[in-house]
């Protein structure tokens, strides 16, 4: 071979592009085998969901860690991945942050009181501040999804509902909008500009994937097997969707109208399980390493017919004490749990995309009308930077800043801060 002549290379992050479509691929071990520099550890990923309005409390529990570690009914879904993941009792955000129905979405991720009356005023929230300084590594500095419509007005304690639909803030007078159609997510990931579900994005670049997947490790061509399956599946999901939707609309004379303008899934089981797909599609592939689900709003009008419920999310907050809202804070945690466990199949050097990954759930308020303590739960080890499996209880500590928390975990993540919130200090024994 010729010294003019470049022996073929694939990189660790390999990114496939075709007219209409870009696609990276998993990170990839045996790179070196086609002339690539070797790579260390997967990169460090962040992603917040929240649901608002409390939690049942009698079934949201923990006690012990490692082998002892015993879940409550709320966390049943976390059994099989239970030693990835924390359990986090007793932090607490003050009450003007986070109490009352209004302002709390605005408040978990920011620590700060937003303003009431018309000035909008809160403050850049956690995933935004790590977004900013991330940037540089990914396509999308960050996802910012959503299974609720946001609120439009004023609550009747003069803060504007803005606050109660929004977790992440650019500044402190830009809530970040959140996609809330599914497709258009999924086409942001792979810079597809089809807006044709029946064409796969897959199949824009199918020589390009024969290619690589001829040149690389048979465990690494598994990878990419398991991977482009994932990303088929999710394309099949939202075309059913359309598909659906526009038998609903046009009474199935589907074939001569384009994607439906509302691209919302009817229900919100499926809506929420497409956004956890795309979600864990853009961190396998390091598309994003920043990703927040709002999956209520506070003040929620979210509807669980398939949990044989009538009545909206809101009405129930105020009977928490009851079978109903307990079987709604199972459902949200298992929808997080149906993340976590995507996440921890998907292989990544010696460990999974979930080992080199923190995802926190969390509500902003303990009961209805009551925040007293912050639900939450946090899963990843962040490469290795946090211990997993445990149950953490800071009701009774002198420091229970979840605004530490934050610090913490955005100094793990290589962006560190002298403050945050009302904290100043890291949070202790996390």
């Known amino acids: 071979m010729g010294s003019d002549h470049k022996s073929p290379r694939i990189s660790r992050r390999v990114v496939l592009r075709a007219?209409?479509?870009s696609v990276a691929l998993p990170w990839l071990e045996s790179g070196k085998l086609v002339g690539a520099e070797s790579g260390q550890a997967g990169p460090k990923r962040f992603a917040f969901l929240f649901f608002g309005d409390g939690i049942h409390p009698p079934e949201w529990w923990s006690k012990g860690s490692g082998s002892q570690l015993e879940l409550g009914p709320?966390?049943?879904?976390?059994?099989?991945?239970?030693?990835?993941?924390n359990f986090i009792h007793g932090l607490h955000h003050p009450d003007n942050v986070v109490g009352g129905h209004a302002k709390g979405a605005a408040g978990i991720l920011t620590g700060v009181q937003p303003k009431g009356g018309r000035e909008i005023l809160a403050a850049t929230s956690m995933d935004q501040i790590l977004a900013r300084r991330l940037s540089d590594d990914t396509v999308l500095p960050s996802l910012v999804l959503a299974?609720?419509?946001?609120?439009?007005?004023?609550?009747?304690s003069s803060y504007s509902m803005m606050?109660?639909?929004?977790?992440?803030?650019?500044?402190?007078?830009?809530?970040?909008?959140?996609?809330?159609?599914?497709?258009?997510?999924?086409?942001?990931?792979?810079?597809?500009?089809s807006n044709r579900t029946h064409i796969s994005v897959l199949d824009l670049v199918s020589e390009q994937l024969q290619d690589v997947s001829r040149k690389v490790?048979?465990?690494d061509k598994s990878k990419i097997d398991e991977y482009t399956t994932s990303v088929r599946e999710v394309e099949q999901r939202l075309a059913k969707m359309q598909e659906r939707q526009s038998e609903e609309t046009v009474g199935g004379d589907a074939a001569k109208y384009k994607r439906p303008a509302s691209g919302v899934p009817n229900q919100l089981d499926e809506h929420s399980r497409v956004m956890c797909d795309i979600i864990a599609l853009a961190f396998q592939a390091d598309r994003t390493r920043i990703a927040t689900l709002?999956?209520?709003?506070?003040?929620?009008g979210q509807v669980y017919p398939f949990l044989g419920l009538n009545v909206d999310h809101h009405n129930y907050s105020h009977g928490w004490q009851n079978k109903e809202y307990a079987s709604i804070t199972r459902f949200w945690v298992e929808q997080y749990a149906y993340l976590v466990r995507k996440l921890d199949s998907m292989q990544e050097g010696d460990g999974t995309v979930l080992d080199n990954s923190c995802i926190m759930l969390a509500n902003e308020q303990w009961t209805a009308h009551s925040a007293p303590k912050v639900p939450l739960i946090m899963s990843g080890s962040l490469s290795g930077t946090l211990q997993t499996g445990r149950t953490l209880?800071?009701?009774?500590?002198n420091e229970r800043k979840m605004s530490s928390l934050c610090l913490s975990i955005m100094d793990r993540m290589g962006v560190p801060l002298p403050a945050f919130g009302n904290a100043t200090e890291q949070l202790a024994g996390v």
């Open 74 to 85: 709320a966390f049943t879904s976390l059994e099989s991945v239970k030693g990835k993941v």
């Open 147 to 156: 299974c609720e419509r946001p609120v439009s007005g004023f609550h009747e």
């Open 163 to 193: 606050y109660a639909s929004h977790v992440s803030w650019s500044s402190p007078v830009s809530p970040v909008p959140a996609e809330l159609y599914p497709a258009l997510a999924f086409d942001s990931l792979f810079e597809t500009k």
């Open 19 to 21: 007219l209409g479509a």
């Open 217 to 219: 490790s048979s465990s």
């Open 393 to 397: 209880d800071y009701e009774s500590a």
């Open 294 to 300: 709002l999956l209520t709003n506070n003040l929620s």
